[in-house]
């Protein structure tokens, strides 16, 4: 009986540590959530400032996010790979290295005046935050009881959406005031070079914290050869998934290409005409609306299906973006920063309705899913198409789609079901 009580004072003393640790890593990992919401957004502020300095059309300057979000695509499997063989943590360390990289490449391109450097660096900055998310998202879902995994995602997604929302005051600051005042385009692309220098220092800094952190050793290796044990099937066969991946396609693509174009949206004299310093302040309220709103509908949802939220802020996004296409002055900024607020519940919404009643096959939708967010680089270019065609206000015409069928989704499309 004495070695029994012993045995079951040691598991509880055993749990307690483990919960510890897990508290103590989950708040370690929020910070990671930050800085690439943080340097996500700064893509918003790079691109109305490097076409000034490059003297870009709009779809050229899309090429920003076009090499930002097509690294998602090209290096998650790969990513996914390095994650299984290294484990979690060295992931999240290797991701902050290569991240850092690419801030440095910052330095460079100003030098050399080249925006195929830029992109280059674009391009080896979103291949560490790649290899970051692929790494973090799955450990922060395992550092704990399986039936809370949803909520503390949403709980460090939060700090990504803090990092969006703060990230404009920095860019406008640090960035486009520097630019402003610069005599030459040499000196405004120069603009760029020690903001992304403190970010680089930033990133190597945590990835020499994330080194010596003493964090809990969860193996992604046992979870992929338990799966592989029992593989057969495809999470393809599954309508409601395939349908989810082209939700979000769409849906990262139209929140990107509004993000992407909201600078000169209103820097427009029929909307605002501000000042590209002013007005990269207000994107702050466009990603600080998603931040709020994953707040509000997380409580909502728990009196609601999530089908029928989806599909409401959809047709809702839809209305707002209608009014900022064919209004003018306050009524239009106001319009297109309210879209935010709608966007905020549609990642996590349409994430989990596509993963629902696919058991084994749950981690290869979880890819298919991550694939999808090729759609930030792809729907941004074409709205660039656009605006040099048709012009900005117009252009906003392409994310009402996108919407529609996100709205389609949350109503039918994500009702579970098989394929032949």
């Known amino acids: 009986m004495a070695s029994l009580s012993n045995t079951g004072i040691s598991q509880h003393m055993t749990d307690a540590t483990q919960g510890a640790d897990y508290r103590f890593a989950l708040t370690s990992l ?13 893509n918003d502020i790079l691109i109305p400032h490097l076409k000034g300095v490059f003297d870009l059309s709009y779809s050229q300057a899309m090429l920003v996010q076009f090499c930002f979000f097509g690294a998602y695509f090209l290096v998650s499997l790969p990513a996914g790979a390095i994650v299984k063989k290294l484990g979690y943590q060295k992931g999240i360390a290797l991701g ?23 992109l280059m660096a674009l391009f080896i900055l979103a291949s560490g935050i790649t290899l970051l998310q692929v790494s973090a998202n799955p450990y922060v879902s395992m550092l704990g009881d399986a039936k809370t995994a949803s909520s503390r995602l949403t709980m460090t997604q939060a700090f990504n959406a803090l990092g969006t929302t703060v990230a404009p005051f920095f860019g406008a600051l640090l960035i486009l005031n520097e630019a402003a005042d610069a005599l030459s385009a040499q000196a405004s692309a120069e603009a760029v070079q020690m903001p992304y220098v403190f970010l680089a220092a930033m990133l190597l800094g945590l990835a020499a914290i994330f080194s010596w952190l003493k964090l809990p050793n969860l193996s992604p290796v046992e979870e992929g050869e338990k799966a592989q044990d029992e593989d057969d099937g495809s999470a393809w066969q599954y309508r409601h998934l395939v349908l989810g991946a082209v939700g979000i396609f769409v849906y990262v693509g139209a929140e990107v290409a509004i993000g992407s174009f909201l600078v000169s949206f209103f820097a427009d004299p029929n909307i605002a005409g501000l000042e590209e310093s002013q007005a990269a302040k207000y994107i702050a309220y466009y990603w600080g609306g998603a931040m709020v709103g994953r707040f509000i509908g997380a409580a909502v949802m728990q009196k609601i299906s999530a089908g029928k939220a989806l599909c409401f802020n959809a047709a809702l996004a839809v209305i707002l973006i209608l009014v900022a296409v064919f209004s003018s002055g306050t009524l239009a900024m106001v319009a ?33 899913l991550c694939l999808a967010i090729v759609g930030g680089a792809i729907i941004p270019l074409f709205q660039g198409l656009l605006a040099d065609s048709v012009g900005v206000q117009s252009a906003f015409i392409l994310p009402i789609f996108c919407y529609f069928f996100i709205a389609y989704y949350g109503l039918s499309g994500s009702k579970p079901s098989v394929t032949a």
């Not at 929020?30 to 700064?42: A, D, E, Q, R, Y």
């Open 30 to 42: 929020t910070s990671l959530f930050f800085m690439w919401g943080f340097i996500t957004c700064l």
């Open 96 to 118: 902050l290295v290569i991240a850092a990289v690419g801030c440095l490449c910052f330095y460079p391109a100003a030098s050399m005046h080249s925006y195929p450097v830029f």
């Open 336 to 368: 297109i920063l309210l879209v935010g607020l709608c966007n905020s519940i549609m990642f996590p919404t349409i994430f989990s309705l596509a993963i629902q009643g696919l058991g084994k096959h749950t981690s290869q939708a979880s890819g298919i």
